[in-house]
């Protein structure tokens, strides 16, 4: 089993443009990526995935491998099935996510453990939530699984709804999951999901990963409990201590 890990990186990111060579400490946060990528001991291969010359420069600078894309991708998962087109003998990538410049390598393992099953076409992590800031917050996707740890629906709301509780008292009746959004796709499902089109449930949520599920694809889960820090806006970079 050969994986490849891919860090998709756009330069024009609406809420922070340039976001990925923001400096940190010295480094620049793709490169931060790159090197924590790189201490995970399933990966047999990183490479940044970009179609902005200024970040290609930059990979190149730290030794890092770069792929050059398309300027048309929606997504990082269409960004990464270019890469693998191109990297036709690995059967695994991971897509590791190029806003959280301090991603620990075991959870990039513990993603990558699950097609150590040959059942599993797609994977991703879930962490258990203990707050209401978390549980009831849109901007962090929520999502249930059945007993065997596959996804079952990723939703914006808290969800499954308790119907016998006040809102309050949800989180000492149910144990409730965040999605952590990093993915694990086997190489010949990955080409397929790329042709879905957009779904009811993906537009109504704007999450892409509803597309595979209406699709009838399974997306199998493991749970982490390491915290992850993404920056998403130029305020994000005060939470760095």
């Known amino acids: 089993m050969k994986i490849i890990g891919i860090i998709p990186a756009r330069f ?7 976001k990925p060579l923001v400096v940190i400490d010295g ?15 399933y990966l047999n291969k990183v490479v940044v995935a ?4 200024r970040i290609m420069e930059a990979v190149a600078n730290f030794g890092g491998n770069c792929v050059f ?7 990082g998962t269409d960004r990464c099935a270019e890469v693998v087109e191109c990297h036709p003998d690995f059967d695994i990538a991971i897509n590791i996510q190029g806003d959280e410049p301090f991603i620990d390598p075991d959870q990039i393992d513990l993603l990558a453990e699950c097609f150590l099953n040959s059942n599993t076409g797609l994977a991703t992590l879930i962490k258990p939530i203990h707050t209401e800031v978390e549980l009831f917050n849109p901007n962090s996707p929520k999502v249930v699984v059945n007993h065997i740890g596959e996804a079952i629906y990723f939703s914006r709301n808290a969800i499954p709804f308790i119907r016998s509780a006040p809102e309050k008292d949800w989180l000492k009746t149910h144990q409730f ?17 790329t042709k879905l089109k957009p779904s009811m449930l993906e537009k ?7 597309r595979w599920l209406e699709n009838g694809f399974k997306i199998q889960t493991q ?19």
Not at 69 to 75: D, L, R
Not at 204 to 210: D, G, K
């Open 12 to 18: 024009a990111s609406t809420r922070f443009p340039g």
């Open 27 to 41: 480094k620049s946060m793709v490169q931060r990526v790159y090197e924590q990528a790189l201490k995970a001991k």
């Open 50 to 53: 970009t179609d902005d010359e």
């Open 69 to 75: 894309t398309k300027n048309t991708h929606e997504s």
């Open 177 to 193: 999951y965040k999605h952590i959004g990093i993915y694990g796709y086997r190489a010949n499902i990955l080409k397929e999901i």
């Open 204 to 210: 109504a949520e704007s999450l892409e990963q509803l």
């Open 223 to 241: 749970v982490t409990h390491i915290e992850t820090l993404a920056i998403d806006t130029p305020e994000d970079l005060l939470k760095i201590v």
